[in-house]
């Protein structure tokens, strides 16, 4: 059985990975985490969290149902409070999560959450985006810049670390976002297949899903 797998184990696994910079980080706490996937379906989670981060980001750990493999199915979810926790129709990030727990929850996997609100930005920030957005009519991209910051601030190199110190060194990946394939790949995680997810429109974010696949995202 894959390390990641493991229920019940705390464990101190200092990695350290290769790519953009330096980083050693160890798991801190793995912690039973029962989590609701719809009305009364609920499966035995466990939430991770790691020492040497730059934030408190987590790893949601999944149990494999029937296929527990070397190469999990995994998805690198960036927080969006608005969209995680309050159902913001702006953009995809709440039913992305979604579907992230129900198919990772169908066949064992990892949910790494990475507490980079608003693409890096913030959530402050990003809300100053949308008020451009809004006002001025910029999109995503234009908005941040206008607010002084990069397109997209956004690092992956603590969620393949992150997958590391789990015991994965190979993945499927859940994403439409070629960055995050060549961000695990570039820090040492091999990505076998990227398991594109779904299309998330509606009448308030297509201008936004719009601005999202012509900085290079799949939206298939
Ligand atoms: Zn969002």
């Known amino acids: 059985?894959?390390?990641?797998?493991?229920?019940?184990?705390?464990?101190?696994?200092?990695?350290?990975?290769?790519?953009?910079?330096?980083?050693?980080?160890?798991?801190?706490?793995?912690?039973?985490?029962?989590?609701?996937?719809?009305?009364?379906?609920?499966?035995e989670t466990e939430i991770v969290s790691y020492e040497g981060l730059s934030s408190e980001s987590v790893a949601i750990v999944f149990p494999g149902t029937d296929k527990q493999s070397d190469t999990p199915l995994v998805r690198i979810h960036s927080e969006c409070l608005t969209g995680d926790a309050f159902g913001s129709a702006l953009c995809d990030c709440?039913?992305?999560?979604?579907?992230?727990?129900?198919?990772?929850?169908?066949?064992?996997?990892?949910?790494?959450?990475?507490?980079?609100?608003?693409?890096?930005?913030?959530?402050?920030?990003?809300?100053?985006?949308?008020?451009?957005?809004?006002?001025?009519?910029?999109?995503?991209?234009?908005?941040?810049?206008?607010?002084?910051?990069?397109?997209?601030?956004?690092?992956?190199?603590?969620?393949?670390?992150?997958?590391?110190?789990?015991?994965?060194?190979?993945?499927?990946?859940?994403t439409n976002n070629p960055d995050k394939v060549s961000a695990l790949e570039e820090t040492g995680i091999q990505v076998t297949e990227r398991v594109p997810t779904g299309n998330f429109g509606n009448a308030h974010n297509s201008r936004y899903l719009e601005a999202k696949k012509s900085h290079g995202h799949f939206l298939d």
């Open 94 to 174: 709440g039913p992305q999560l979604r579907e992230a727990k129900q198919r990772i929850a169908r066949e064992g996997g990892v949910l790494i959450y990475l507490r980079q609100e608003g693409r890096g930005i913030g959530l402050y920030n990003k809300l100053k985006a949308y008020k451009l957005q809004q006002d001025m009519a910029m999109d995503t991209f234009t908005a941040n810049r206008h607010l002084g910051f990069a397109n997209d601030m956004r690092s992956y190199d603590e969620a393949s670390a992150m997958l590391s110190a789990l015991g994965v060194s190979s993945c499927r990946l859940l």
């Open 1 to 43: 059985m894959a390390y990641w797998a493991l229920t019940g184990v705390t464990a101190y696994k200092p990695v350290s990975v290769k790519g953009i910079r330096f980083m050693s980080i160890a798991i801190s706490t793995r912690v039973r985490l029962p989590v609701i996937l719809k009305g009364d379906d609920i499966v």
